[in-house]
């Protein structure tokens, strides 16, 4: 079994739609959630970085981490053309090594 | 300010051969990772520099892997001999200076996409 788990997609939705992308994870040690963006050819970037539980809101974004039923969540509200990529869930133990899920491929039409 | 850097951005290599990938990671950054993603797979880290010490080689998947940081700052990861199972993208991530358990965070270099016939 993997340690994160996620939906590779791909997810199309309609521009203006909201966006639900989420994980889940086995590793109870996990503290330090991300969710990266990554375009095509591209390296991944840093949407959103939450420790613990809770939720983070960043512009259009918002992170939720539930701990207890080990479940995250990355929300994008009206979603535009350019926010199609892949989006990965990521998480530590603090101890620095990332673990990621597959990526979820998000398309967003005009 | 420059990000990651890497290079070459692609490699083709026939099997047994061997190839050298490069990391320049941002300036002043102490903390140096390399993660490979292997086709329909996930991200998966490989080591973690500290300056020029390997703090965590735990992914590192057999000696035909070989990672420096001479002096702390660019980093080499040299496969040697190549083998098929090898192929996928390399990515390089840099984070500032570690305090404690505290998750900093990562910034990627674009790959290093390798693909071995």
């Known amino acids: 079994q993997k340690e994160v788990e996620q939906d590779p997609g791909p997810l199309s939705v309609p521009e203006g739609a909201i966006v639900s992308l989420n994980c889940t994870y086995s590793?109870?040690?996990?503290?330090?959630f991300m969710w990266y963006r990554q375009y095509s050819r591209k390296g991944p970037e840093l949407l959103m970085y939450?420790?613990?539980?809770g939720n983070k809101e960043d512009g259009r974004f918002t992170a939720q981490v539930d701990k207890s039923s080990k479940y995250i969540s990355l929300f994008i509200r009206d979603s535009q053309p350019s926010d199609s990529a892949t989006y990965l869930c990521?998480?530590?133990?603090?101890?620095?090594?990332?673990?990621f899920g597959t990526g979820t491929r998000l398309l967003v039409s005009p | 300010e420059a990000g990651v850097t890497q290079f070459p951005s692609h490699s083709v290599i026939e099997k047994g051969q061997t190839v050298t990938l490069r990391c320049d990671p941002i300036?002043?950054?102490?903390?140096l990772y390399w993660y490979r993603r292997v086709m329909g797979k996930e991200i998966k880290f490989l080591l973690h520099f500290v300056k020029e010490s390997k703090q965590d080689e735990s992914g590192m998947p057999n000696n035909r892997f070989l990672a420096e940081r001479t002096g702390g700052t660019y980093s080499t990861l040299k496969v040697q001999p190549a083998e098929l199972e090898d192929s996928g993208v390399y990515f390089c991530a840099s984070s500032q200076e570690t305090s404690g358990s505290v998750q900093e965070t990562q910034y990627f270099g674009p790959g290093t996409r390798l693909l071995v016939l």
């Open positions: 939450t420790y613990s539980s």
């Open positions: 300036s002043g950054h102490d903390n």
């Open positions: 990521a998480m530590s133990d603090g101890f620095q090594k990332l673990v």
């Open positions: 590793n109870s040690a996990f503290q330090y």
